[in-house]
């Protein structure tokens, strides 16, 4: 084995015994849970001053924007947040705490996911939490996850507070979402079915469409505009009734934005003094809905989360607002076909028995010439 051969193997040992004093813990014992320093001291009353969030990671980032009482998402025209997930945020930051100091060499920080969030590549987010004056109140950059081996054991992250090389390995949950899709609560509405008395569906493509339950609340459906329809499919009416029942959006725009051309509008009575409309319009293949509730109590509440907005939902849903009597048609069973003939036996053919030479009979005599 050569000089060289010799240096290589020794670097090479150099730098895992770098690794593996950077990611694994060192020999001081941990302190006990709760006991550790917090990363940010005193942090709860400062953040009753907190007016803006921001998360970056790579090309993904969102901004929660505080809106008198309400944190909003400007980008999604100031659509309000999950407010569990602004909780557990701010919370989570709050309550971390500093366990074991790792590496402070800022060319060892992309190991441990703690390097500059905006270099190419890099896994780091970061997180900042700013006030209305746009100073920030507390800046985290968080990295790689500790998976958890034994049960009973807090989350922890590496972390770095930013302006800082130190690297830290930090006890606390920190929900950390780059995606303003993930801070929305998707849900519109959540109307059993049978609070549905009546729909009056108005097309701008069609004739009026009336359906209604005939007799007691749990009676199906029933088309009675048109009096004379074909055979309908009875899951297309379900359907109609269960439009608002566990109704969630794709995507939400402020209600000033056009969306596509309008192609009709639903009135739904419910019962307890309860009328809903939707007004749904389609922008290529993307259906979107814009809804009202009439009505008291319930429907101001409804009207406090919906008036303002414009809805993309899924695009069967087109069919339970505003379908066409054609849409409610039961589908046609192919007629069934004729059983093949079974094919024909031949008869048996009557078989002359093979006589015995003896008992054949004799030749008939040749006529005379």
Do not use: C
Not at 23 to 35: E, F
Not at 125 to 141: E, K, S, T, Y
Not at 172 to 188: S, Y
Request: proline residues 9%.
């Amino acid at each position: 084995m050569n000089q060289r051969t010799l240096l290589m193997l020794g670097g090479a040992a150099i730098l895992t015994i770098a690794a593996a004093l950077i990611l694994k813990p060192n020999n001081t014992t941990p302190p006990p849970a709760g006991s550790a320093e917090l990363a940010f001291p005193n942090l709860a009353q400062r953040l009753q001053g907190a007016a803006r969030i921001e998360v970056t990671r790579n090309a993904d980032g969102v901004v929660v924007q505080r809106m008198g009482e309400t944190w909003v998402l400007p980008e999604r025209g100031n659509y309000p947040a999950r407010p569990d997930r602004v909780r557990e945020l701010l919370t989570g930051l709050t309550e971390l705490r500093l366990t074991e100091p790792r590496t402070a060499n800022p060319e060892l920080l992309d190991r441990l996911g703690v390097n500059d969030p905006t270099q190419p590549g890099s896994t780091a987010a970061l997180v900042r939490v700013l006030n209305a004056q746009g100073a920030p109140i507390a800046q985290l950059v968080v990295g790689r996850r500790r998976v958890r081996t034994q049960g009973n054991v807090p989350e922890a992250a590496f972390i770095r507070r930013a302006g800082e090389n130190q690297a830290w390995l930090a006890e606390g949950r920190l929900p950390i979402d780059g995606d303003a899709g993930l801070w929305l609560d998707r849900g519109i509405a959540a109307i059993p079915r049978d609070r549905v008395l009546r729909v009056a569906i108005r097309r701008t493509d069609a004739p009026v469409l009336e359906l209604a339950r005939a007799g007691e609340v749990d009676a199906p459906l029933r088309v009675t505009n048109p009096a004379e329809t074909p055979p309908l499919d009875e899951t297309s009416l379900d359907e109609i009734g269960r439009a608002f029942e566990s109704l969630t959006f794709v995507e939400v725009t402020a209600d000033t934005v056009a969306h596509g051309t309008d192609i009709g509008e639903a009135r739904f009575t419910l019962t307890d003094n309860l009328t809903l409309v939707a007004r749904i319009s389609r922008d290529g293949e993307a259906i979107w809905a814009r809804f009202a509730a009439e009505g008291d109590d319930e429907a101001t509440r409804l009207n406090a989360r919906w008036r303002g907005w414009a809805f993309q939902i899924g695009q069967w849903k087109e069919k339970a607002f505003v379908p066409l009597l054609a849409d409610l048609r039961r589908a046609e069973e192919p007629p069934a076909e004729a059983p093949a003939a079974a094919p024909l036996e031949e008869a048996p053919t009557a078989a002359t028995p093979d006589l015995p030479a003896a008992d054949a009979p004799a030749p008939a005599p040749a006529a005379p010439r």
